[in-house]
């Protein structure tokens, strides 16, 4: 069946219908890593409709291990070609069947480079995938287009849910603030010996009234600063208790604006694997993943910037002058021999060093 990628400035992009029938309006996002499922399982993904840069999508199929949480939270897909085959030992399914099964529009036969150039060249923020033959409210769909607004999906923790994992005699104990944090998260800190608790993120009480943790992470996620002042007040009311704190992706927003960081939003987000950045302290050279399209444009005093991006000069990381306080852009994953992945460990066992109970 034919379908559409509908733009924002009212541009009609054919190809063909895959995943499920209907329309979805969401915010125009490219990806260009490898494993779609991370891409479509990651909380930073909710609203928006993905695109992916790789020439065929889903050559491995759907394995649940890779899946960052329970549930996809994209709103649609876009390709070049949708593998319908795939060929891997621990496929549990085709992508075009979990998409369907999610009832997840996506179309393929796009051009994803094309369309991304055209996207920055006319500023196009969003755009609708519509997989019905005979649709026909092209003016009410592009007002609704317009006047979209990611509907987020609320944080898995919203329920004020506690959940703990790892061993009691773990070398450390960090609280996680879980707005949408990911399972390759929590492999990686148990990976360290690391004893690791999913808190609610709204605000501080819960973590100081519980006691007893060796540092705060916040992590990448679903929402928007903006949008969640509590949290950053939050942020803001753990600072003031001087215990080691460390923020990455969506968590890198909070912490800044909670120190008065102000961001602005990319020409060219970073979205994808093996994007480089800079240690400016050693002047190593690392390659991470990275799902953002904000970066902050003024640092306030009492910060010191600690990682760039060597190809657009952007801010990748800070850290705190007076205080076990620092936060990076880039995301960990289950594999240690990622550079950034490497770093990250050993910014959080930095800032741990001399907290009551780490060793």
């Known amino acids: 069946m034919q379908a559409t990628l509908f733009l924002e400035d009212g541009t009609k992009v054919p190809g063909v219908a895959a995943g499920a029938p209907g329309v979805a309006i969401g915010d125009l996002t490219v990806y260009a890593g490898h494993d779609p499922v991370q891409r479509l399982t990651d909380p930073a993904s909710s609203g928006q409709i993905c695109a992916f840069t790789q020439p065929a999508v889903g050559l491995w199929g759907v394995n649940t291990e890779h899946c960052e949480t329970g549930t996809p939270w994209v709103r649609g897909a876009v390709m070049r070609k949708l593998c319908g085959d795939p060929s891997n030992w621990r496929s549990a399914e085709t992508l075009d069947f979990y998409l369907r099964r999610h009832l997840i529009p996506a179309i393929e036969g796009i051009d994803v480079p094309s369309l991304q150039s055209l996207a920055e060249e006319k500023k196009i923020k969003r755009c609708a995938i519509v997989n019905s033959a005979d649709f026909n409210g092209w003016d009410a769909l592009r007002e609704q287009i317009r006047s979209h607004k990611a509907d987020k999906k609320p944080f898995p923790a919203a329920v004020k849910t506690v959940s703990s994992f790892g061993s009691k005699n773990a070398v450390a104990h960090v609280a996680v603030c879980d707005f949408g944090s990911s399972r390759a998260l929590t492999r990686l800190l148990i990976s360290l010996r ?75 987000p970073h979205r994808g694997a093996w994007i480089p950045v800079t240690d400016l302290r050693t002047g190593a050279l690392l390659y991470t993943w990275q799902m953002h399209g904000h970066t902050p444009d003024v640092i306030p005093e009492g910060l010191a910037v600690t990682h760039r991006n060597p190809l657009d000069g952007t801010i990748e990381g800070f850290a705190a002058e007076d205080g076990p306080v620092a936060a990076v852009h880039f995301l960990p994953c289950s594999d240690l021999r990622v550079g950034g992945t490497g770093e990250l460990c050993a910014i959080l066992f930095g800032l741990l060093k001399g907290s009551r109970h780490y060793a």
Do not use: C, N, W
């Open 194 to 268: 690391v004893r690791v608790t999913l808190l609610p993120p709204y605000d501080a009480s819960v973590i100081l009234s519980r006691g007893g943790y060796d540092g705060v992470i916040y992590p990448d996620g679903a929402g928007e600063p903006r949008s969640h002042p509590a949290i950053t007040e939050g942020v803001r009311d753990l600072l003031d208790t001087g215990i080691p704190m460390l923020g990455f992706g969506l968590g890198f927003r909070y912490i800044g604006a909670a120190l008065g960081a102000r961001f602005t939003q990319m020409k060219s």
